[in-house]
């Protein structure tokens, strides 16, 4: 079976961003830590979670997964923090840290996985459409 390639490399100006994003098949908690572990020297601050531009960030459900629960329930309120961050900060690091008190695990983090696949089952109408991608954030060279 061939597996599609979800690590993608953009090239800017004098950078390499990695990016783990949805292309078809589902990603695997496995295939998440990979990812960090290989693009950003396993350091969760060095990974940001950016939304998709099929989120609609100003709907009180931005996303069609999650928000059909109790208002202001774990789900919605995790992935509110997985789109516009914790405080404003977007790292992997401070939206897995807060959500850890609530029950979602930092090995097995289910939401994020959600965002990423488009559904917590593949029995999900919208299965396969990620609504988040990861990001390594280039780190400054440290000069002598």
Known sequence: MA?????????????????????????????????????????????????LPNVKLNNAQPVPLGYTGKVGGVRATIQNWLLNGVKGNN??????NAAKPLGHSTKSPICLQAMLNGGYTPSSPVYGTGYVKLVVQPQAKATA
């Open 91 to 96: 790292s992997l690091f401070a939206i897995l």
């Open 3 to 51: 597996q599609v390639k979800k690590t993608t490399t953009t090239k800017t100006a004098a950078t390499k961003v990695a990016t783990l994003q949805n292309t078809g098949t589902p990603i695997s908690y496995a295939q998440i830590w990979a990812f960090v572990n290989t693009h950003a020297a396993g350091n969760l601050h060095n990974v940001q979670v950016v939304p």
